[in-house]
């Protein structure tokens, strides 16, 4: 078996006395989608924020690429090519759109291997632009100035400007119109097409199965379902009990 680009052994994650994350394991191979499903408050931001360093794990290892990410700070885990879009965008307002996409890069190139060419390198500002021209049109507009929409894909294209080999998208449907939701959807499958890895965290279970390869749902910190998304379609007592939905409608 290839080895898996990022692996979560049994994790175990706290805000202080708080045991969110009781247990968790998944694994992600290269260039796959896997979604992570669950109502709120059932630790979705938290296995984002567990991977990405930001709330490390009690108990538990996770690996990316091989390599086991203990003890690294965010920056450090966000320099071996792990990117995060995260809940709420979280875009710099203020700042124009050409800076919010230029900062991250301008951050990473402090690490001696963001600036070694790197293999399958393919994002740079042209590219982001080309991908999204909306945000090529508003280029010197400022972040808060663009709709939720663009502010997404700003915040996508933010991420991509750093080559991840991995993202972390944590509900970037969150908030949008049934227009601009098939927007997203249709850029996470071309992410998919080029082979990018991504850990997305959806509710809405649409877009999330026409994303991803694996899903899990999350139910108060453990995983309740791990399968493809036509096996989670057979399970009416998963979608009816933890995501609140009778059945997954064709599409
Ligand atoms: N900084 C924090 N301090 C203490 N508890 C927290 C903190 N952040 C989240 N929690 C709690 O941890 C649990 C999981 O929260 P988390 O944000 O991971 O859920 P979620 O699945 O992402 O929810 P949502 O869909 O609303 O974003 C919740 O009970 C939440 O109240
Ligand atoms: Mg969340």
Do not use: C
Not at 104 to 125: I, N, Q
Not at 180 to 207: F, K, P, S, W
């Amino acid at each position: 078996m290839p080895e898996a680009l990022l692996t979560v052994s049994d994790i175990h994650t706290y805000y202080g006395d708080s045991y969110v994350l009781q247990g968790l394991s998944l694994s992600l191979a290269r260039g796959r989608i896997a979604a992570i499903l669950g109502r709120n408050g059932m630790g979705k931001t938290t296995l984002v924020r567990s991977v990405a360093g930001l709330t490390p794990p009690r108990q538990g290892e996770i690996h990316y690429r091989g390599q086991s990410l203990k003890g690294l700070p965010p920056y450090a885990i966000a320099q071996q090519g792990i990117a995060i879009v995260p809940q709420g965008r979280r875009i710099f307002k203020s700042l124009s759109v050409r800076e919010n996409l230029l900062l991250p890069t301008s951050v990473l190139a402090r690490s001696a291997r963001a600036s070694e060419p790197r293999a399958g390198k393919r994002w740079d500002f042209d590219a982001v632009l080309k991908e999204f021209p909306q945000l090529a049109e508003r280029i010197d507009n400022p972040g808060g100035a663009l709709s939720g929409g663009e502010q997404q894909m700003l915040a996508i294209g933010r991420a991509l400007m750093a080559n991840p080999e991995l993202i972390l998208m944590d509900e970037p449907s969150e908030g949008l119109s049934p227009r601009l939701v098939l927007q997203v959807q249709e850029i996470m499958q071309r992410l998919r097409a080029l082979g990018q890895a991504i850990l997305l965290v959806e509710q809405n279970l649409q877009l999330a199965l026409s994303a991803a390869d694996d899903v899990y749902v999350l139910s108060a910190g453990r995983f309740v379902f791990q399968g493809t998304a036509a096996d989670l379609a057979g399970e009416a007592g998963v979608l009816d009990q933890h995501l609140g939905v009778s059945s997954v409608k064709n599409h």
